[in-house]
């Protein structure tokens, strides 16, 4: 099993990036997929999450700024960040999630400058 998240960088206060999450090793279909963030000194906290049938939810913060996306047949998930602010400041994992099974991607580094 493997996450690889990929994407991250530098940018000024209001810039977009886009994260990608290229799995491989389960049956990505069916699994419910997502991104948290960790800042320094702060706990890791849910950003966004999509299910197998595509449900979607955000974190307050981020809603209407961030857009979560799947892949089925590439087998890659996608975070799209838009008016991005120095608080979005932080390491990003994506991971997956099903009956128990949980995987995650080795994060990337997002920094934000005001």
């Known amino acids: 099993v493997q996450l690889q998240a990929s994407g991250g960088g530098l940018v000024q206060s209001g810039g977009s990036l886009r994260l990608s999450c290229a799995a491989s090793?389960?049956?990505?279909?069916?699994?419910?997929l997502g991104w948290f963030r960790q800042a320094p000194g702060k706990e890791r906290e849910l950003v966004a999450r999509i299910t197998s049938d595509r449900r979607i939810n955000y974190v307050d913060s981020v809603q209407g700024r961030f857009t979560t996306s799947r892949d089925n047949a590439r087998k890659t998930l996608y975070l799209q960040m838009n008016n991005l602010k120095p608080e979005d400041t932080a390491v990003y994992y994506c991971?997956?999630?099903?009956?128990?099974?949980?995987?995650w991607g080795q994060g990337t580094l997002v920094t934000v400058s005001s």
């Open positions: 991971y997956a999630e099903r009956m128990g099974n949980n995987y």
């Open positions: 090793g389960f049956s990505f279909d069916y699994y419910s």
